[in-house]
């Protein structure tokens, strides 16, 4: 009769098992994680993009100022050149070696304002997409802390009924013999979680195939009963 017990006890503990691993499969496939994994991963790649954007306009400001710094120079110089070239008193060869340098400093300078707008343009264009690119990383980490939120409530909850199943296990070991909760775990780990099963109307509820009168009979010789199938332990 204790025997009959502890296999009624052990349909009770697969029953708990099943709803803890049902739990666990639910805690770790739930529609957000994968989500979650999706955001993560495009808001790492937006972070590098808007980091090197950055950079790039970082390099464009300081080109400008380069360049304007030499702008500055250049117009200095054309401006000293020109004063000397109009104030007269030269030699010819000397005006006409002024004129040909003034020449070349007014085109060096139009040269410079042209890479200077240029810039400009450019650094206006890369600010936009900067810009853009905040705006999205910032979008993105909203809808990641969203996601972690989710999650979070759903872990606790899923969490607090994973309790109340392993309090019940807990409860229900202790009543079955300690050799058949070994075979059962290890027959559980084989045979896809399900290490027990009730034998109802000739078919073993673990594999679901017939068990004719003469092999229940050879069943319910062994100890404990076991399909002969599947080899689940069977409560017959």
Not at 153 to 171: C, F, H, P, T, Y
Not at 191 to 205: P, S, Y
Not at 207 to 217: D, F, N, Q
Request: charged share 35%; glycine share 8%; net charge negative.
């Amino acid at each position: 009769m204790e025997e009959l017990k502890s296999l009624a006890d052990l349909l009770d503990l697969q029953s708990v098992d099943l709803e803890i691993d049902r739990l666990l499969h639910e805690r770790e496939s739930l529609p957000e994680l994968a989500s979650f994994k999706e955001t993560h991963q495009r808001l790492t790649a937006a972070g590098q993009q808007l980091e090197e954007a950055r950079g790039g306009l970082r390099e464009t400001t300081l080109a400008i100022d380069k360049t304007n710094g030499e702008l500055e120079i250049a117009e200095e110089k054309l401006s000293q050149e020109q004063m000397r070239l109009y104030a007269g008193g030269l030699s010819a060869r000397d005006a006409d070696y002024l004129r040909r340098e003034v020449e070349m400093l007014t085109r060096k300078k139009g040269e410079m304002e042209e890479e200077v707008l240029e810039l400009m343009e450019r650094g206006e264009t890369q600010d936009s997409e900067v810009e853009a690119m905040v705006a999205d990383v910032d979008e993105l980490t909203a809808a990641k802390h969203n996601l972690e939120t989710a999650i979070t409530e759903a872990w606790k909850g899923i969490d607090g009924r994973l309790a109340g199943k392993e309090e019940r296990k807990a409860s229900v070991v202790p009543l079955i013999d300690e050799d058949l909760v070994e075979l059962y775990e290890d027959l559980r780990k084989a045979k896809g979680g399900v290490g027990v099963g009730r034998l109802a109307d000739g078919v073993c509820g673990g594999c679901h195939l017939r068990i004719t009168e003469a092999e229940e009979i050879e069943v319910r010789r062994e100890d404990p009963p076991r399909c002969i199938h599947c080899r689940r332990i069977l409560v017959v």
